[in-house]
């Protein structure tokens, strides 16, 4: 069977690291450089997603980019939006490029939804504790 995009970055990954393992990688020289580097840029100090900041992890959305050096394709993210990213990538079988970007998009539209209901209740409330006052008097 062909493999779909979420088993490709893996194949992807494994040849940028060229036998090592992902662990190996992560215990590096080169990704505490990486690491220490992006926690001083403002765009990793808060979460991608919901834009929470203290504990973050750095996610790589693209793994072609592995050991080049490059802060492209990082994004920081909370560890609950991290594995909630690569499940969502693993259950659509999608890059975790898409799901990154995908995951972010459900976290903003349900939170403009959640500010709409908000809304449409205390309007709904209001025109009611009007009707009962206008009932009283």
Partial sequence: ????????????????????????????????????????????????VCGVSGRLELHHTRYDLIGTGSMKGLVALCSHHHETVHRYAKFHKCALSTATRKVKLGYQARRLARAALKILI????????????????
Avoid: H, T
């Fill in 1 to 48: 069977a062909k493999p779909n995009r979420y088993q490709k970055q893996w194949f992807i990954r494994d040849r940028r690291l060229k036998g090592g393992s992902y662990g190996a990688y992560l215990k590096s020289v080169e990704w505490k450089l990486i690491r220490q580097k992006a926690y001083r840029m403002k765009r990793f100090r808060r979460c991608y």
């Fill in 122 to 137: 205390d309007n709904l409330n209001r025109f009611i504790d009007g009707l009962v006052v206008g009932d009283i008097g």
